[in-house]
T-cell receptor, first 115, second 114 residues
Framework: NAGVTQTPKFQVLKTGQSMTLQCAQD?????MSWYRQDPGMGLRLIHY???????DQGEVPNGYNVSRSTTEDFPLRLLSAAPSQTSVYFC??????????????FGPGTRLTVL | GENVEQHPSTLSVQEGDSAVIKCTYS??????FPWYKQELGKGPQLIID?????GEKKDQRIAVTLNKTAKHFSLHITETQPEDSAVYFC?????????????FGTGTLLAVQP
């Protein structure tokens, strides 16, 4: 199993540009999520999905869209990039959020810079 | 809103010494407390977790303790080794309901000096 994969690893955007960060998992996990990691602030949840066709907002959803058309893929779209979205983005998946002992597996991250 | 405070932000120890990282949470409904290790250039990886019905859990050189009354929990690493050097994150969450919530601390950079 490849686990959780993310592309690209690095990206530089200009203010106002749009782009999609890709995330895929091959573990048949129901639950997938996107976090951003900023210095001194830990990880903050952007959006999450409990299954195909179901998504919900996390702690910091503004400026981001998600969709979940398949179990495997959970792309994160930046509609109009802003410098405040410069961050490292992590995708994570787990079998189910609601089950005990449920480990979240994180991808390697995408480092995004918005100029 | 809910938050998790983590201390210290940096910790340097000599190889073989113990390291302790402490976290305090604000949401009394939290019932799940995982700890993650993040190595340079990689995503966080779960190393140990504890639920609110347990006061302590141990896995080889790593242990976590939970004080529900005081709303704080700690990570203890004994006999530290250079490969323990990484950023460690605590988190407090609630599972079993309809709302997904896992709040992370701000991280502790642990450096183990050989």
């Amino acid at each position: 199993n490849a686990g959780v994969t993310q592309t690209p690893k690095f990206q530089v955007l200009k203010t106002g540009q749009s782009m999609t960060l890709q995330c895929a998992q091959d573990m048949n996990h129901e639950y997938m999520s996107w976090y951003r990691q900023d210095p001194g602030m830990g990880l903050r949840l952007i959006h999450y999905s409990v299954g195909a066709g179901i998504t919900d907002q996390g702690e910091v959803p503004n400026g981001y869209n998600v969709s979940r058309s398949t179990t495997e893929d959970f792309p994160l779209r930046l509609l109009s990039a802003a410098p405040s979205q410069t961050s490292v983005y992590f995708c994570a998946s787990s079998y189910s959020w609601l089950l005990p002992g449920n480990e979240q597996f994180f991808g390697p991250g995408t480092r995004l810079t918005v100029l | 809103g809910e938050n998790v405070e983590q201390h210290p932000s940096t910790l340097s120890v000599q190889e073989g010494d113990s390291a302790v990282i402490k976290c305090t949470y604000s949401d009394s409904a939290s019932n799940y407390f995982p700890w993650y290790k993040q190595e340079l250039g990689k995503g966080p990886q779960l190393i140990i977790d504890i639920r609110s019905n347990v006061g302590e859990k141990k896995d080889q050189r790593i242990a976590v303790t939970l004080n529900k009354t005081a709303k704080h929990f700690s990570l203890h690493i004994t006999e530290t080794q250079p490969e323990d050097s990484a950023v460690y994150f605590c988190a407090a969450g609630y599972y079993g309901g309809a709302t997904n919530k896992l709040i992370f601390g701000t991280g502790t950079l642990l450096a183990v000096q050989p």
